[in-house]
């Protein structure tokens, strides 16, 4: 089967429209036309309604998405398996992080690796853990590096790198200030800055709180961690945020037996082999533990 009628079928469907992935593949929309029409006549269906100036996956084509996904993934494995007996370190690697772990846990490395493997084109890419976890399991990134997921698909593996402390905060002239030692009880009668449910920081707090009976009275404008610190030091209410994330605008609540660890790490499909940039890339990540 032609990969490249495949790689436009997979395009059009994530994006919706067959001039965006023809923008996005660098093609006219005639040749994304004409890839995708090669392919349904090798298939013998219709994978999209094309209804005005939108395109809508068909039942076939809805069945056929998640095995193009898996021949894409084959095809890059077979390729990177058969570059990777050189045993030279060039070619692409992309790879996804959050904001935060980027910012506060990978600028060295990064800085290091792009320095000696000058021939690697490094495309790094900051989105949400969940799309990195959706992106890897769809073979669409050869890796990411997240907080650690709570539950993981048996075709994924999670290795963990780096422990980092959460702490409860506020902003220094805030009212909480004022109290020496305070329950989760009472806490859960101030308004709290927090990311959303679905990630895996927000059911750490959740956990804990249920844990102790306690209500949970919170704000999600963003899951991005800076953009919360700078509402809890602007007075808005309290977080839980990353010990190197706190500096002098924010106060360190003490709440008893409220200890909150995430874990750090790096997401790889079990099914596709790894680059050899990838492969350095991790064994550096590795050397800084």
């Not at 021939?119 to 769809?138: G, H, P, R, T």
């Not at 002239?173 to 927000?202: C, F, Q, W």
Request: aromatic letters at 6%.
């Amino acid at each position: 089967m032609n990969t490249i009628a495949v790689k436009a079928f997979v395009t059009a469907a994530e994006e919706n429209s067959f001039s965006l992935a023809a923008e996005k593949l660098h093609l006219t929309q005639p040749g994304i036309s004409k890839r995708i029409q090669s392919l349904e006549d090798q298939l013998r269906c219709r994978l999209f309604d094309r209804i005005g100036r939108r395109i809508y996956l068909t039942e076939a084509g809805e069945v056929f998405l998640p095995h193009a996904y898996r021949l894409l993934q084959e095809a890059r494995s077979g390729l990177t398996a058969v570059q990777n007996l050189s045993n030279t370190v060039v070619g692409q690697l992309s790879i996804a992080t959050t904001q935060h772990i980027g910012l506060h846990h990978l600028s060295q490395t990064i800085r290091k690796y792009i320095e000696k493997y000058q021939e690697v084109e490094f495309a790094l890419d900051f989105i949400n853990s969940k799309q990195a976890y959706i992106d890897v399991l769809k073979g669409k990134l050869e890796l990411a590096i997240i907080t650690e997921p709570s539950e993981l698909d048996d075709k994924l593996t999670f290795v963990h790198l780096w422990p980092e402390k959460l702490r409860f905060v506020c902003a220094k002239d805030h009212v909480l200030v004022s109290k020496n030692a305070m329950s989760l009880h009472e806490l859960s009668s101030v308004m709290g800055i927090l990311p959303g449910r679905s990630t895996y920081t927000r059911r750490l707090i959740d956990d804990l709180f249920e844990q102790e009976k306690a209500g949970l009275m919170a704000s999600v404008p963003t899951n991005y961690l800076e953009a919360i610190k700078m509402l809890v030091a602007a007075g808005v209410g309290w977080s839980v945020l990353p010990e190197n994330l706190i500096d002098d605008q924010l106060c360190i609540l003490d709440i008893p037996n409220a200890n909150i660890e995430r874990s750090i790490g790096y997401l790889i499909h079990k099914e596709r082999t790894l680059s050899n940039a990838a492969q350095v890339f991790l064994s550096q990540l590795h050397d800084v533990e």
